[in-house]
C-alpha cells in the first residue's frame, strides 16, 4: 500500500491530470469496445442482407441463359457479381455436375488480426440459391464471403477511431491543465503571506486578484478570517493565562510558605505565611539568610545541609522555633536561570507537613498498639492462668501509652471478692472505698483524664495516689463491664502531667474488652463443667460426676481398702404425679425429694441424680457400716413417705431403695451401679416403699427377666398368645351375662407364663400397642365363630391399657375391626383403670365417647383402688364400675370393707350404672353381694378363666348359679 502511495503525483495540478486521464481513458475504452461491438454485427448484418439481395439479381440473369445454355452469360454474370463485393468466390453447379467458379482477386495490403477474421467468419454464412425455371431445377448458384477482406475493413474502422480518441484526450488534456495551473498560481499569493506573517506581521492579510476563481478568492477570504480569530483568541488566552498565573501565585502565596533569596542566600522577598511561620517581622527577616530563620533545622535523617547551587533542591525539614516549639516543612528550592545561565534568585516553597507527620506516627504507634491487642488477644484465647492474664493486661496497657505504671482490678458482683488485681510499676493499689457494694452500685465509667489534683469521684475502684516519693498526677482509667458477673477497672498512670488522648482510651478499653471476654470465657467454660457434671433442675451431681466418682473412689481403695455402699433410689408413683399435675409440678416434687436427701447425709456421702425420678447416694469408708446404711435407708424411705407439699396440695409418694456393696457386690463401678439398680427393682417389686440389698439370686432374676423380654418380643409373630375367658354371672337369672378376655403367653420352653410376669414387660416396652390390636381381633374373631356355630354369645369385656388409650385414632381402628368381622359393638367392652382415665384425661374423654358412640359399653376396672375421684364418673361415658377384689376378700369380717362395697353399689345405682364385684370366691360373699343389691359377680365361685372351649361350652350348656344361701350349688 505504502509502495502505491508513493506513486501517486504530489502536485495538486499532477493529481487532477492523472484522475481526468484514467478517467477519459476508462470511457474511451469503454466506448470504442461498444462501438466496435455494434459496427461488427451491424457490418455483418448489412453485408449479409446485400449478398441475399445481390443473388437474387444475379439468380434472374442465371435462369435466363440457363435455359438456352448461355453459359458465357452466366460466367460474366458471376463476375459481375465478384465486383466490387464482400465474395471471395461465386460459382454455378448445374444438375450434370458441371460448375462455374470465379475467385476474387487478392485482398490489399494488410490484414487485421487473426482474432477478428475468426470473429467475422463466425458470424457470416455463404448463401445458395437454386435456379429453378418453370418448376424444373437447372442448378445451384451459390456465393463465399471473403472474411479476411470483410475483417481488415472493420479493423481500419477501429483503428482510425482509437486514433481521433486519442487526439481528443491529448487536446482536453492540455487545456485543462492549463486551465487548473493558472487558477492555482493564485493560491502561491499566500506564501507572500507567510513571509509575513513569519516576519512578525501578525495583522497581515492574504491579498486577493480579481481575475482568481471564486473558489480561490474564497479560501484566501477563510485563511484571512482564520488567522483573524486566531489573534482574537491567543489574545484571549495570553490573558487569561496572565491572569491565572496571577491567582496561582496568590494561591501559592496562601497555602505555600515562599521566599526569594539572592544567589548568596539572603532573603529579598518573603510572602505573608513566611511571615507567620518563622514568627519574625518582615524586616528581621529581610536582613538573614535562609539558615539564620529558625533556631534549628535538620533534615529528616541529618543536619540541614544547603549551599547554593544550580540543582533544585528538595526534601523534609525539621524546624525549631523560638518558643522551642517543633514544625515539619516540605521543602523545595527552585534556582532561577539568568539569560547567561547564572542564577539571577532562589525561590524557597516550604509546605507545612507537621500534621502529616504527626498522623504517621500516630499510626506507627497505632500499629504498635494492634501489634500488642493481638497479642494479648491471642494470649486471651490460649492463656488459662487469669491471673497470668491479668498481669499481661497490666503490662500491655503501659506499654501500649508508653508508660511504666499500670494497674487492673476485677471484683465479683455477687462474693464482692477480688477476681484478679494485678499492677505494674505500682506496689500500693487497694480498694479505695471499703464499702465494695456502694463502689459496684456507684461506679461508673471513668474513661477519659482523670488529674489527681481534681476532686476525686465519690467511688473509685483504684486507690494509686504516690509511688515512692512521685505523686500520680495524670491517670486514665476504663471500666471492663462484664455483664452480671463481674467488674473491673483498667487504669494507667503518670507521675508528670500527660494529657492522654481519645485513641489512648480506646486502646485501654480495648484490652479491658478482650480480657473481659477471656473472664466471662473461663466464666462459661466454669459455668459448662459445672452443666456437665451437675444436673440442671436439682443442682445435684448428675450421673456422669456420679460415675468419675465413684470409679475414683474405688480406684483410692485398691491403695487403702474400704468399703463403698451405693444406694439406687427410685421415686414410686412419680410418672403418675407428672401426667396428671404436669411437669411442673413433678420438677417441683423431684427438687423437694433431693433436699430431702440431702438433709439426711454427710460430707462423707454424695447424694446424685441419674436421671428421671432415679436418685443415688454413695457413702465411703469413713461413715459405712452396715448399721449405719440400713439406718440411712430407712430414715430415706421414712422421709420421701412424708406427703410433699406442691402447689397448696399434698402429695404421697414413696421410694424404692436397692443397696449395692463395694467390693462385696462387685468391683467395677459400672456394675455396682447396675446391682444396686436391680436391688431397687426387686424393692419395687416387693411392694415399695421399703429398701433392699442386693444379692446374687437378683441378678439372676434380672437376667432371667431380660431373656424374658427378649422372647416376649416374637411372641406375636410366633402365634404365642392365647385367649382366656372368666365368666360373669348376672345375680338377677344366675346366668353368664358377660365374659372378660384374659391375656395369657404360652411359650414353648417357659410354658406358661403368669400375666403378673409379661404383662408389664407389654407396657414397658411399647409392645402392648400390637398386642392389645390382637386381643381385640381375637375377641371378635370368637364372638364371630360363636355366631357362625349358633352358639348364643354375650358381651366379652377387654382390659384396655393406658399404652393404647394414647394411640391416634383408636376408635378408628376398633370400628374398622368389627365392620371387618361384622360383630354387633354392643357385645363388646373395654374396661379400663382409674389410673389409665386419669392420664390425659382431655384427650381420653373425647377418644372414649367415640368408641361409646359406636355401641361400645364402658366400665372402671378395680373402683376404689386408684384415685379415689369421683368426678370422672361425671365426665366419662361408664356404664359399668367392678369393685376391685381387694375390698370383696375380706366382706364378711370387715365393716370398713363391706361399708365401702355397699356405698359403692349403692353411688353406682343412683348414677344408672351396673355393678360387678371382682374376686368372689365364697357363698358368704356372694350371699352379702346379693343382700346389697349387686349385678354380677366374677370370681372362682362361678369359675376360674378357661379357654375359649371350655367357654363355649358353659355357654352352650346354659350353666347358671344356683344360689341357694347354705351351699354354693352349681347347676
Same mark, same amino acid.
Given at each position: 500500500?505504502?509502495?502505491?502511495?508513493?506513486?501517486?503525483?504530489?502536485?495538486?495540478?499532477?493529481?487532477?491530470?492523472?484522475?481526468?486521464?484514467?478517467?477519459?481513458?476508462?470511457?474511451?475504452?469503454?466506448?470504442?469496445?461498444?462501438?466496435?461491438?455494434?459496427?461488427?454485427?451491424?457490418?455483418?448484418?448489412?453485408?449479409?442482407?446485400?449478398?441475399?439481395?445481390?443473388?437474387?439479381?444475379?439468380?434472374?440473369?442465371?435462369? $435466363?441463359?440457363v435455359v438456352i445454355g448461355d453459359y458465357d452469360t452466366i460466367k460474366r454474370t458471376l463476375e459481375k457479381t465478384l465486383a466490387r463485393s464482400p465474395f471471395q468466390s461465386s460459382m454455378f453447379i448445374d444438375l450434370s455436375g458441371g460448375v462455374i467458379r470465379l475467385q476474387a482477386p487478392s485482398a490489399p495490403a494488410g490484414r487485421a488480426p487473426a482474432w477478428i477474421e475468426a470473429e467475422v467468419a463466425a458470424r457470416l454464412f455463404d448463401v445458395n440459391r437454386?435456379?429453378?425455371?418453370? /418448376?424444373?431445377?437447372?442448378?445451384?448458384?451459390?456465393?463465399?464471403?471473403?472474411?479476411?477482406?470483410?475483417?481488415?475493413?472493420?479493423?481500419?474502422?477501429?483503428?482510425?477511431?482509437?486514433?481521433?480518441?486519442?487526439?481528443?484526450?491529448?487536446?482536453?488534456?492540455?487545456?485543462?491543465?492549463?486551465?487548473?495551473?493558472?487558477?492555482?498560481?493564485?493560491?502561491?499569493?499566500?506564501?507572500?503571506?507567510?513571509?509575513?506573517?513569519?516576519?512578525?506581521?501578525?495583522?497581515?492579510?492574504?491579498?486577493?486578484?480579481?481575475?482568481?476563481?471564486?473558489?480561490?478568492?474564497e479560501a484566501i477570504k477563510a485563511v484571512n478570517r482564520t488567522a483573524a480569530n486566531m489573534r482574537n483568541h491567543f489574545g484571549q488566552r495570553i490573558e487569561s493565562l496572565m491572569n491565572t498565573l496571577v491567582q496561582h501565585k496568590n494561591a501559592l502565596d496562601e497555602v505555600s510558605i515562599v521566599c526569594e533569596c539572592s544567589p548568596s542566600g539572603r532573603i529579598t522577598y518573603v510572602n505573608e505565611r513566611f511571615v507567620t511561620s518563622s514568627q519574625r517581622s518582615r524586616a528581621e527577616l529581610l536582613e538573614l539568610t535562609i539558615d539564620q530563620?529558625?533556631? /534549628?533545622?535538620?533534615?529528616?535523617?541529618?543536619?540541614?545541609?544547603?549551599?547554593?547551587?544550580r540543582e533544585v533542591w528538595n526534601g523534609e525539614v525539621r524546624l525549631t522555633g523560638q518558643a522551642g516549639t517543633e514544625k515539619w516543612h516540605q521543602r523545595t528550592i527552585i534556582p532561577i536561570l539568568d539569560d547567561r545561565g547564572g542564577v539571577e534568585k532562589y525561590i524557597c516553597i516550604d509546605i507545612d507537613i507537621t500534621d502529616r507527620k504527626e498522623f504517621e506516627v500516630a499510626?506507627?504507634?497505632?500499629?504498635?498498639?494492634?501489634?500488642?491487642?493481638?497479642?494479648?488477644?491471642?494470649?486471651?484465647?490460649?492463656?488459662?492462668?487469669?491471673?497470668?492474664?491479668?498481669?499481661?493486661?497490666?503490662?500491655?496497657?503501659?506499654?501500649?501509652?508508653?508508660?511504666?505504671?499500670?494497674?487492673?482490678?476485677?471484683?465479683?458482683?455477687?462474693?464482692?471478692?477480688?477476681?484478679?488485681?494485678?499492677?505494674? /510499676?505500682?506496689?500500693?493499689?487497694?480498694?479505695r472505698n471499703s464499702d465494695t457494694n456502694a463502689f459496684l452500685s456507684g461506679m461508673g465509667s471513668s474513661a477519659g483524664l482523670d488529674i489527681s489534683d481534681t476532686p476525686d469521684a465519690k467511688y473509685k475502684l483504684l486507690s494509686v495516689d504516690t509511688v515512692g516519693a512521685e505523686r500520680i498526677r495524670s491517670r486514665v482509667e476504663v471500666d471492663m463491664p462484664c455483664g452480671d458477673a463481674f467488674k473491673g477497672v483498667l487504669g494507667v498512670y503518670a507521675t508528670t502531667v500527660h494529657a492522654f488522648t481519645p485513641e489512648d482510651v480506646s486502646y485501654l478499653q480495648t484490652l479491658a474488652n478482650l480480657l473481659a471476654a477471656a473472664l466471662e470465657r473461663d466464666n462459661a467454660k466454669k459455668r459448662l463443667t459445672y452443666l456437665a457434671e451437675n444436673d440442671s433442675l436439682t443442682h445435684l451431681p448428675n450421673r456422669w460426676f456420679l460415675n468419675n466418682y465413684l470409679h475414683t473412689a474405688i480406684s483410692h481403695s485398691a491403695y487403702a481398702p474400704s468399703a463403698i455402699s451405693v444406694m439406687f433410689i427410685d421415686l414410686d408413683r412419680f410418672k403418675t404425679v407428672n401426667d396428671t399435675m404436669g411437669h411442673a409440678v413433678g420438677d417441683e416434687l423431684l427438687i423437694q425429694a433431693s433436699r430431702r436427701l440431702e438433709e439426711h447425709t454427710d460430707d462423707d456421702s454424695l447424694v446424685a441424680r441419674l436421671g428421671g425420678d432415679? #436418685?443415688?447416694?454413695?457413702?465411703?469408708?469413713?461413715?459405712?457400716?452396715?448399721?449405719?446404711?440400713?439406718?440411712?435407708?430407712?430414715?430415706?424411705?421414712?422421709?420421701?413417705?412424708?406427703?410433699?407439699?406442691?402447689?397448696?396440695? +399434698?402429695? #404421697?409418694?414413696?421410694?424404692?431403695?436397692?443397696?449395692?456393696?463395694?467390693?462385696?457386690?462387685?468391683?467395677?463401678?459400672?456394675?455396682?451401679?447396675?446391682?444396686?439398680?436391680?436391688?431397687?427393682?426387686?424393692?419395687?417389686?416387693?411392694?415399695?416403699?421399703?429398701?433392699?440389698?442386693?444379692?446374687?439370686?437378683?441378678?439372676?432374676?434380672?437376667?432371667?427377666?431380660?431373656?424374658?423380654?427378649?422372647?416376649?418380643?416374637g411372641a406375636l409373630g410366633r402365634d404365642e398368645f392365647i385367649l382366656h375367658f372368666q365368666p360373669k354371672v348376672s345375680l338377677t337369672d344366675s346366668s353368664i351375662s358377660g365374659l372378660?378376655?384374659?391375656?395369657?403367653?404360652?411359650?414353648?420352653?417357659?410354658?406358661?407364663?403368669?400375666?403378673?410376669?409379661?404383662?408389664?414387660?407389654?407396657?414397658?416396652?411399647?409392645?402392648?400397642?400390637?398386642?392389645?390390636?390382637?386381643?381385640?381381633?381375637?375377641?371378635?374373631?370368637?364372638?364371630?365363630?360363636?355366631?357362625?356355630?349358633?352358639?348364643?354369645?354375650?358381651?366379652?369385656?377387654?382390659?384396655?391399657?393406658?399404652?393404647?388409650?394414647?394411640?391416634?385414632?383408636?376408635?378408628?381402628?376398633?370400628?374398622?375391626?368389627?365392620?371387618?368381622?361384622?360383630?354387633?359393638?354392643?357385645?363388646?367392652?373395654?374396661?379400663?383403670?382409674?389410673s389409665v382415665l386419669m392420664i390425659e384425661p382431655e384427650s381420653a374423654v373425647e377418644i372414649l365417647r367415640e368408641i361409646k358412640s359406636y355401641g361400645i359399653g364402658l366400665s372402671v376396672d378395680d373402683f376404689g383402688t386408684g384415685y379415689s375421684s369421683l368426678a370422672y364418673l361425671k365426665r366419662f361415658p361408664?356404664?359399668?364400675?367392678?369393685?376391685?377384689?381387694?375390698?370383696?376378700?375380706?366382706?364378711?369380717?370387715?365393716? $370398713?370393707?363391706?361399708?365401702?362395697?355397699?356405698?359403692?353399689?349403692?353411688?353406682?345405682?343412683?348414677?344408672?350404672?351396673?355393678?360387678?364385684? $371382682?374376686?368372689?370366691?365364697?357363698? +358368704?360373699?356372694?350371699?352379702?353381694?346379693?343382700?346389697?343389691?349387686?349385678?354380677?359377680?366374677?370370681?372362682y365361685l362361678f369359675s376360674k378363666p378357661v379357654t375359649s372351649e371350655e367357654c363355649a361350652a358353659m355357654i352352650k350348656s346354659s350353666r347358671t348359679l344356683a344360689i341357694t344361701f347354705s351351699e354354693p350349688d352349681i347347676a
Open positions: 500500500m505504502t509502495f502505491f502511495k508513493s506513486l501517486l503525483p504530489k502536485s495538486l495540478t499532477s493529481q487532477i491530470l492523472g484522475m481526468l486521464s484514467i478517467l477519459i481513458v476508462v470511457f474511451l475504452t469503454a466506448g470504442l469496445g461498444l462501438f466496435y461491438k455494434n459496427q461488427l454485427l451491424q457490418h455483418i448484418e448489412e453485408i449479409q442482407d446485400t449478398a441475399n439481395m445481390l443473388i437474387e439479381v444475379a439468380a434472374q440473369a442465371v435462369e $435466363e441463359s437454386p435456379i429453378t425455371i418453370g /418448376g424444373k431445377d437447372y442448378g445451384v448458384m451459390r456465393l463465399s464471403f471473403n472474411a479476411e477482406k470483410i475483417a481488415t475493413e472493420l479493423c481500419n474502422l477501429v483503428v482510425q477511431a482509437t486514433v481521433l480518441a486519442v487526439l481528443f484526450l491529448l487536446t482536453s488534456l492540455l487545456l485543462m491543465g492549463w486551465v487548473i495551473k493558472r487558477s492555482l498560481a493564485h493560491l502561491d499569493k499566500l506564501h507572500s503571506y507567510e513571509a509575513e506573517i513569519a516576519s512578525g506581521a501578525v495583522a497581515a492579510e492574504a491579498m486577493l486578484v480579481a481575475d482568481a476563481p471564486v473558489e480561490i478568492q530563620v529558625w533556631n /534549628g533545622m535538620s533534615s529528616a535523617t541529618q543536619p540541614w545541609q544547603w549551599a547554593p547551587e499510626i506507627l504507634d497505632n500499629a504498635r498498639r494492634q501489634h500488642l491487642i493481638a497479642l494479648f488477644g491471642q494470649q486471651a484465647l490460649t492463656e488459662e492462668n487469669v491471673s497470668a492474664l491479668g498481669e499481661l493486661a497490666a503490662l500491655t496497657a503501659a506499654q501500649g501509652l508508653s508508660m511504666s505504671k499500670a494497674a487492673l482490678l476485677v471484683v465479683d458482683r455477687v462474693s464482692h471478692g477480688v477476681i484478679l488485681n494485678a499492677e505494674t /510499676g505500682l506496689t500500693n493499689i487497694d480498694i432415679e #436418685f443415688s447416694i454413695v457413702v465411703t469408708q469413713a461413715a459405712y457400716s452396715e448399721s449405719s446404711i440400713k439406718s440411712l435407708a430407712t430414715h430415706i424411705v421414712d422421709a420421701l413417705a412424708k406427703p410433699f407439699n406442691l402447689r397448696g396440695q +399434698d402429695i #404421697f409418694v414413696s421410694a424404692s431403695v436397692g443397696i449395692a456393696n463395694y467390693p462385696f457386690d462387685g468391683d467395677d463401678a459400672g456394675v455396682i451401679l447396675k446391682h444396686a439398680d436391680t436391688a431397687m427393682y426387686h424393692a419395687k417389686k416387693s411392694g415399695r416403699n421399703n429398701y433392699k440389698f442386693y444379692t446374687a439370686e437378683m441378678n439372676e432374676s434380672a437376667v432371667k427377666r431380660l431373656q424374658t423380654e427378649t422372647l416376649l418380643r372378660e378376655a384374659l391375656l395369657r403367653w404360652k411359650h414353648p420352653e417357659l410354658g406358661l407364663v403368669s400375666p403378673a410376669d409379661f404383662i408389664p414387660m407389654l407396657e414397658d416396652t411399647g409392645l402392648i400397642i400390637p398386642v392389645g390390636e390382637w386381643v381385640i381381633r381375637k375377641v371378635c374373631e370368637t364372638l364371630k365363630g360363636w355366631e357362625d356355630n349358633n352358639l348364643g354369645v354375650v358381651p366379652i369385656a377387654i382390659n384396655l391399657s393406658a399404652r393404647q388409650l394414647q394411640v391416634k385414632g383408636l376408635a378408628k381402628i376398633v370400628r374398622h375391626i368389627l365392620e371387618e368381622y361384622g360383630i354387633n359393638p354392643a357385645l363388646l367392652e373395654f374396661e379400663l383403670t382409674e361408664i356404664d359399668t364400675l367392678k369393685i376391685d377384689r381387694i375390698f370383696i376378700k375380706d366382706i364378711t369380717s370387715n365393716h $370398713e370393707d363391706a361399708a365401702i362395697t355397699r356405698a359403692v353399689i349403692v353411688l353406682a345405682h343412683e348414677l344408672d350404672l351396673n355393678v360387678i364385684a $371382682e374376686g368372689v370366691e365364697t357363698f +358368704d360373699q356372694l350371699e352379702l353381694l346379693v343382700k346389697h343389691g349387686c349385678d354380677q359377680i366374677q370370681g
